[in-house]
Structures are given as C-alpha cells and as structure tokens.
Nanobody, 114 residues
C-alpha cells in the first residue's frame, strides 16, 4: 500500500507558474508515476507521466509548458507548470502504478484566473 499526498496547488494568474509535489509513503523506485487532472463533469485525463527509468510523456495540451520529474531518494514526484492558462484549472491528482496496483492521492486544486 502506498499513500500519496499532493501539495502546491493554489490560485495563480494566467501566465504564472506553480509546482506541484506528490510525496509517497514508501519507495516509488519501481513505480510509474503520473499526474492527472479532472474538472467537474469531465473524465480524469492524463497530464504527464514518468516511468521508473525516467522516460516521460505529456498530454499535447501541456507539452512545452509542464515538466514532470521524480526524486526517488525523497519518494517525491513533481509537476512544474509554467505559462498557465485558465483551461489548466482543475483538481490535479498524483498516481502511482506498478503491475496491477494503482494508487491515487486526494488531489490538489489549481485555479488559473484570466
């Protein structure tokens, strides 16, 4: 069992930046880590993912603006978000996946004002 705790969300103006953090209760070394986001009435969507080996992939809507990274020594994953847009407003969730196991954090709200 892995517990995930997100932090770093908040209110920011369009064009601004935020860095989200996801702290895990145990080692994330063998996990694929990801950030998802969800707005009311919509399905949760993948924002960015980073494999245990460090490979990354991003949603087209955030490419060039967001960067996912991991610090295995600190059991923490980050999402650096730059050039934020109002469309980025959502609850952001951290996800850890390994084989048939997947874990979610409680989410952190990001609100981008125009």
């Amino acid at each position: 069992q892995v517990q995930l705790v997100e932090s770093g969300g908040g209110l920011v103006q369009a064009g601004g930046s935020l860095r989200l953090s996801c702290a895990a209760s145990g080692s994330i070394l063998s996990f694929k880590m990801a950030w998802y986001r969800q707005t009311p009435g919509k399905q949760r969507e993948l924002v960015a993912a980073i494999a245990s080996g460090g490979g990354t992939n991003y949603a087209d809507s955030v490419k060039g603006r967001f960067t996912i990274s991991r610090d295995n020594a600190k059991n923490t994953v980050y999402l650096q978000m730059n050039s934020l847009k109002p469309d980025d407003t959502a609850v952001y969730y951290c996800n850890a996946a390994r084989l048939w196991n997947t874990y979610w954090g409680q989410g952190t709200q990001v609100t981008v004002s125009s």
